[in-house]
């Protein structure tokens, strides 16, 4: 039983999936994206952020701090899969599909609220493209340290919907309201300089360095007593329940539009070479 | 203030080192994307370099249509 007990206990302290991967070193949970091409979230991506959220319980009790990544060159997330979901609601009839997208959705709420309230200081390191969902990943950690070359965006209202992620009633936590409506309604792109500007990303770094330094603040957190931070975390970030389940059933009205799966065809068959550009 | 040619010089100099493409091969009214040999994700990359090389804010909007770095230039000086 004790020998079970050991092995249950290291295949939750680390784990390789196919689109992320999770280890602990020194009280810190490393949390790596690594599904070509650029850590779309489709169904793999959740199950597997599902299997990080169930073990967060057993995680949290020995780590101080969690750092989410990406180890791919292409950027940090695209977002949700498109081609996935365009595919998916293709083949069944409309209102399975909108059922099927609400489902979807929220399990990812789930999981994402589930890392934005851990007593766990959180911790983004990203660089290059972080869009829609995996703007919103990022969006339920505590601190942003972003390369030089990280560009963030909400795209969605090119394809006809909203953030359905989270990312609404989060940006809206973090940020002045004149701004979430600049990034909403222009679906523009900005750069780290921007984030920092407007107060979204507490570091800028060097090109390659962001993991670097969200180790050394990691370090440096786990000075600081447990127990005290986790309360002082609680205080000051709310989780936006109402706003987030309303996101959801927006996101669901809207989806079920003709614009929607015309824009998604657009994108996915698109053969030109700027599908990301606006 | 950046002329408009010197603003063109260091564009298709920053691009050819980012994507490292001889410099010699690449000239103003080429199509960057075939030139370089990248996409639209590729394309925001250079973007951005372009963005913190110049210090300024270029809306990927304002891309809409443009494809040769001459255009793009243009962009970029009237921000300067």
Same mark, same amino acid.
């Given at each position: 039983?004790?020998?079970?007990?050991?092995?249950?206990?290291?295949?939750?302290?680390?784990?390789?999936?196919?689109?992320?991967?999770?280890?602990?070193?020194?009280?810190?949970?490393?949390?790596?994206?690594?599904?070509?091409?650029?850590?779309?979230?489709?169904?793999?991506?959740?199950?597997?952020?599902?299997?990080?959220?169930?073990?967060?319980?057993?995680?949290?009790?020995?780590?101080? /701090?969690?750092? =989410?990544? +990406? #180890?791919?060159?292409?950027?940090?997330? *695209?977002? !949700?899969?498109?081609?996935? %979901?365009?595919?998916?609601?293709?083949?069944?009839?409309?209102?399975?599909?909108?059922?099927?997208?609400?489902?979807?959705?929220?399990?990812?709420?789930?999981?994402?609220?589930?890392?934005?309230?851990?007593?766990?200081?959180?911790?983004?390191?990203?660089?290059?493209?972080?869009?829609?969902?995996?703007?919103?990943?990022?969006?339920?950690?505590?601190?942003?340290?972003?390369?030089?070359?990280?560009?963030?965006?909400?795209?969605?209202?090119?394809?006809?919907?909203?953030?359905?992620?989270?990312?609404?009633?989060?940006?809206?936590?973090?940020?002045?309201?004149?701004?979430?409506?600049?990034?909403?309604?222009?679906?523009?792109?900005?750069?780290?300089?921007?984030?920092?500007?407007?107060?979204? /990303?507490?570091? =800028?770094? +060097? #090109?390659?360095?962001?993991?670097?330094? *969200?180790? !050394?603040?990691?370090?440096? %957190?786990?000075?600081?007593?447990?127990?005290?931070?986790?309360?002082?975390?609680?205080?000051?970030?709310?989780?936006?329940?109402?706003?987030?389940?309303?996101?959801?059933?927006?996101?669901?009205?809207?989806?079920?539009?003709?614009?929607?799966?015309?824009?998604?065809?657009?994108?996915?068959?698109?053969?030109?070479?700027?599908?990301?550009?606006? | 203030?950046?002329?408009?040619?010197?603003?063109?010089?260091?564009?298709?100099?920053?691009?050819?080192?980012?994507?490292?493409?001889?410099?010699?091969?690449?000239?103003?009214?080429?199509?960057?994307?075939?030139?370089?040999?990248?996409?639209?994700?590729?394309?925001?990359?250079?973007?951005?370099?372009?963005?913190?090389?110049?210090?300024?804010?270029?809306?990927?909007?304002?891309?809409?249509?443009?494809?040769?770095?001459?255009?793009?230039?243009?962009?970029?000086?009237?921000?300067?």
């Amino acid at each position: 039983m004790k020998m079970l007990a050991k092995s249950l206990a290291a295949s939750v302290r680390q784990f390789k999936g196919q689109a992320l991967s999770w280890a602990v070193t020194n009280g810190v949970i490393e949390l790596a994206l690594h599904r070509a091409p650029c850590n779309e979230i489709g169904s793999l991506s959740l199950g597997e952020f599902e299997q990080f959220a169930s073990a967060l319980d057993e995680l949290e009790k020995e780590a101080h /701090a969690l750092i =989410i990544f +990406s #180890e791919l060159k292409s950027g940090f997330c *695209a977002g !949700a899969d498109l081609r996935e %979901l365009y595919e998916r609601s293709q083949t069944i009839e409309k209102a399975h599909a909108v059922r099927g997208v609400r489902d979807f959705l929220e399990r990812i709420h789930r999981t994402l609220s589930r890392i934005d309230a851990s007593p766990l200081t959180t911790i983004a390191a990203v660089h290059g493209v972080t869009f829609g969902g995996g703007f919103e990943v990022a969006l339920v950690c505590d601190l942003l340290i972003a390369d030089k070359m990280a560009r963030f965006c909400f795209p969605e209202l090119r394809l006809g919907l909203i953030p359905g992620f989270g990312g609404i009633p989060r940006l809206k936590r973090d940020l002045g309201n004149a701004v979430v409506r600049d990034l909403l309604l222009t679906g523009r792109s900005f750069n780290a300089t921007k984030a920092q500007q407007i107060g979204l /990303a507490s570091q =800028i770094v +060097s #090109e390659g360095e962001a993991l670097r330094v *969200a180790r !050394a603040t990691a370090a440096q %957190l786990g000075k600081f007593d447990r127990h005290t931070a986790a309360e002082a975390k609680r205080f000051i970030k709310p989780i936006p329940q109402d706003e987030l389940r309303r996101e959801i059933d927006i996101f669901c009205e809207l989806f079920s539009r003709p614009a929607v799966q015309a824009g998604l065809k657009k994108f996915v068959e698109s053969t030109d070479a700027q599908p990301y550009l606006p | 203030m950046e002329t408009a040619q010197r603003t063109l010089d260091e564009i298709l100099n920053l691009a050819a080192a980012h994507f490292k493409v001889p410099r010699e091969k690449l000239s103003p009214d080429d199509d960057f994307f075939k030139a370089l040999g990248i996409d639209s994700l590729q394309a925001l990359d250079l973007l951005t370099k372009l963005e913190n090389h110049f210090r300024v804010e270029l809306p990927d909007y304002e891309l809409q249509g443009v494809s040769d770095f001459r255009t793009l230039a243009g962009k970029i000086q009237a921000r300067l």
